[in-house]
């Protein structure tokens, strides 16, 4: 709010102190002495001053009033600034506690990933003896799956020899029902071994002799250049593709008769 000094009295005591100083300087009958006209002169100056004093009073009060505004700005600006200071350092605040609470998180997460990547190597561990072991076990079962089949396949041969054997007795005896009735039998014999993937395998009368599939019953015996098979002593045997024992056969000399092997 502007402040207005109030002027007219000011104006009166001009007035006054100017009259005054006339009063002075006019003297009818007479002529005024010098110090009349000094003090008439610092009259008049008094008078010229008290006139302007008002105006000097309400400019001090307005240059006053603007520093009391610009103080009282500047104290609100204060104000403002440590309104928002305080809002810094609470902000600030708030950081610190939200970067304690990340640094906290970060901490459990990596104790959370150091936990899960033992758990995975403890696992891994456990995983390769749990194979090792289940290899060691398959490798036990498979050996003994193995055996088993030696010892099965080598029952079965024994049969088929025994049974191959009938059927040569059967065509010694050179009764065509004992043949029939045993050829029969070792044919079905033979199915059912083939189901399996044994097969049994006879080589034909004058079947040229071959070493990887024929064998001698002396293993001595020397193989001469055309030999031919007289007949199969014992049957050979291939399972699943594979050959399992040759057929034992017995050659023919060069006269066409049968050796003595």
């Known amino acids: ?10 104006f009166v005591g001009d007035l006054m102190l100017i009259a005054f100083a006339g009063f002075l300087c006019i003297h009818p009958g ?6 009349e006209f000094s003090v008439a002169a610092f009259v008049v100056i008094t008078a010229a001053a008290f006139g302007a004093a008002p105006y000097l009073l309400d400019y001090r009060a307005s240059v006053k009033l603007a520093e009391t505004g610009a103080l009282t700005t500047v104290v609100s600006q204060i104000q403002s600034l440590e309104a928002i200071a305080g809002q810094i350092q609470g902000a600030t605040g708030q950081w610190q506690t939200a970067q304690e609470q990340a640094d906290k998180t970060a901490g459990a997460a990596q104790q959370i990933a150091e936990r899960m990547s033992a758990e995975v190597k403890g696992f891994a561990e456990f995983m390769d003896k749990l194979n090792d072991r289940e290899k060691s076990a398959l ?3 498979l050996e003994k799956f193995r055996r088993a089949e030696a010892e099965w396949l080598q029952v079965l041969v024994r049969m088929f020899d025994h049974v191959y054997a009938l059927y040569v007795g059967a065509l010694r005896s050179s009764q065509p029902s004992l043949i029939e009735q045993v050829g029969n039998f070792q044919s079905a014999c033979r199915d059912a071994a083939r ?15 071959d070493d990887q599939r024929h064998q001698l019953a002396d293993d001595n015996a020397r193989v001469e250049p055309g030999a031919t098979v007289a007949e199969t002593i014992a049957a050979g045997y291939t399972f699943q593709g594979r050959l399992l024992r040759p057929a034992l056969v017995r050659l023919r000399n060069g006269n066409g008769e049968q050796s003595a092997n």
């Open 195 to 209: 189901r399996v993937g044994l097969a049994p395998f006879t080589a034909a009368e004058a079947e040229p002799f």
């Open 30 to 35: 007479r002529a005024a002495e010098a110090w």
């Open 139 to 141: 490798r036990l079962e």
């Open 1 to 10: 709010m502007e402040t207005k000094i109030t002027k007219w009295p000011f």
